[in-house]
C-alpha cells in the first residue's frame, strides 16, 4: 500500500506538472519589459546601454526576421555577440541568432521566433555581449 | 566531421533537456492516453512504435528544411496540415477517453452515421477499437506532424544546415540526423511519463479509467478547440 501511495503521489506531481505549464504562463505578461511592435527596446547592462530592434514590424512568429543590436561606450569583446531566443513559461530549445557587426558598436543578424502550440506569445530576447553581460528583453510578438 | 559529431550531440542533450521542460506538460496527456489504453498489454513495444513513427516524420520535415534551406517557407506552407494533426490527436484522444471511460460504444454510433464526420467516427473508432499494437506507428506518424515549439526551434537548425550545405543532398542528410537525435533525446521524458501511468496498482483500479478517460476528453477537447484556433 505504501508503494502504492508513492504512486499516486507520482501521478499527482505529473498533472500538477502539466498544469504548472499554464500557471507559468500566466506570470508572462508581468515580466514584459519591451514593446517591441513600437520600436527599438533599450535595456542597460554594467554601464551599457543596449538597444534592441527587430524588424520587419510587426513583429511575427513564424517569420525570417532581422535583429539590430547597438551598445553604446567602448566595448572590447572576446567573442562576438549573439542572441538566445526562447520563452520565459516554456522551454523551446535553442535557439541563438549570431550577430555579425556591420560598423562600430552596430551589429546584426538574422532569426525567426517560433511559435508555441499553447498560444502563449511572451519571448526572451537574452542579447548576450560576453565579457560584458546579458541584456533580457521580453516581449509579445504576433501569430 | 567532429563539429557535425558536436552538433549532433547537442541536438540529442537539447531533446533531452526540452523532453523534461517542454515535451511532458504538451505531450505528456498524448503518452498517458496511450498507457490508459494498454489496459492489459505492456507499453514497451507500443511507445517505441509512437516514438519511432513520430521521430521519422520528424526527419522527413528536417529533410525537406535541409534541402529547401528556409525554414519560414516551409513552415508556412505545412502550416494548414499541422493544424489538421492537432484537430486529429484532439479527435482521436476524446474517443479514446470516451472507450477508456466505457461511456460509448464508438463503433456502433458511427456504423449508424454515413456523414463525413461519421465516417472520421469510423475510422477514428477502428483506430481506437485495434488492439494491434502496431496501429501506434501510423499514430505516431501523424501526430509528429503536431505543432511544437521545439521541434520548430530543432528545425531551424535543420534548415540552417541546409544553407550552408555545399550540395542538397547533404543538406537532406543533416537535416534528417539533426532531427533523428533530437527526436530520440526527446523519447526518455515521454516514456517515463507513460511508465508512470503504466503501473500495476493504478491499472488494476477502476476509478483510475474513469478519471484518466475524463482527463483525456477534456485533453482532446483542449486540442480541438487549439487546433481551430491556431
Known amino acids: ?143 | 566531421m567532429s563539429s557535425t559529431r558536436t552538433l549532433l550531440l547537442a541536438y540529442l542533450a537539447t531533446g533531452f533537456t526540452v523532453g523534461f521542460g517542454h515535451c511532458i506538460g504538451m505531450c505528456g496527456p498524448l503518452v498517458v492516453s496511450f498507457s490508459l489504453r494498454l489496459k492489459d498489454h505492456g507499453i514497451l513495444i507500443p511507445h517505441l512504435l509512437y516514438h519511432c513513427g513520430r521521430i521519422l516524420t520528424y526527419m522527413v520535415l528536417g529533410g525537406i528544411m535541409g534541402a529547401m534551406g528556409s525554414f519560414a517557407m516551409v513552415a508556412a506552407n505545412i502550416a494548414l496540415i499541422q493544424k489538421a494533426a492537432m484537430f486529429f490527436a484532439g479527435v482521436l484522444i476524446v474517443f479514446m477517453g470516451l472507450s477508456t471511460t466505457g461511456w460509448i460504444s464508438l463503433v456502433k454510433i458511427s456504423l449508424l452515421d454515413d456523414t463525413p464526420s461519421g465516417v472520421l467516427s469510423s475510422r477514428v473508432g477502428r483506430l481506437v477499437k485495434s488492439q494491434s499494437v502496431i496501429t501506434y506507428l501510423p499514430v505516431g506518424l501523424i501526430l509528429g506532424l503536431l505543432p511544437c515549439g521545439p521541434v520548430y526551434t530543432a528545425l531551424l537548425g535543420a534548415a540552417r544546415a541546409g544553407m550552408e550545405a555545399q550540395v542538397v543532398y547533404h543538406g537532406i542528410l543533416s537535416g534528417m540526423a539533426l532531427m533523428l537525435t533530437f527526436g530520440i533525446g526527446t523519447v526518455p521524458a515521454l516514456f517515463l511519463v507513460a511508465k508512470l501511468v503504466d503501473m500495476g496498482w493504478l491499472k488494476s483500479r477502476d476509478i483510475i479509467y474513469r478519471v484518466g478517460g475524463v482527463l483525456m476528453i477534456g485533453v482532446g477537447i483542449y486540442f480541438v478547440i487549439s487546433a481551430i484556433r491556431y
Open chain 1, 1 to 143: 500500500m505504501k508503494n502504492g501511495a508513492h504512486q499516486v503521489t507520482l501521478l499527482f506531481l505529473l498533472i500538477f506538472a502539466i498544469s504548472g505549464e499554464s500557471i507559468a504562463a500566466g506570470k508572462d505578461q508581468s515580466q514584459i519589459n519591451c514593446s517591441i511592435q513600437d520600436g527599438p527596446c533599450i535595456q542597460e547592462v554594467n554601464g551599457h546601454k543596449v538597444t534592441l530592434e527587430v524588424l520587419p514590424r510587426p513583429v511575427k512568429a513564424m517569420h525570417d526576421l532581422i535583429f539590430k543590436v547597438t551598445i553604446d561606450g567602448d566595448v572590447a569583446l572576446s567573442k562576438p555577440p549573439h542572441i538566445d531566443l526562447n520563452m520565459p513559461a516554456m522551454d523551446m530549445g535553442r535557439n541563438r541568432v549570431s550577430l555579425k557587426s556591420n560598423e562600430k558598436n552596430i551589429y546584426e543578424g538574422s532569426g525567426v521566433i517560433v511559435r508555441c502550440k499553447s498560444g502563449h506569445r511572451t519571448w526572451r530576447a537574452a542579447v548576450n555581449f560576453p565579457g560584458i553581460g546579458i541584456a533580457d528583453f521580453i516581449f509579445d510578438v504576433i501569430y
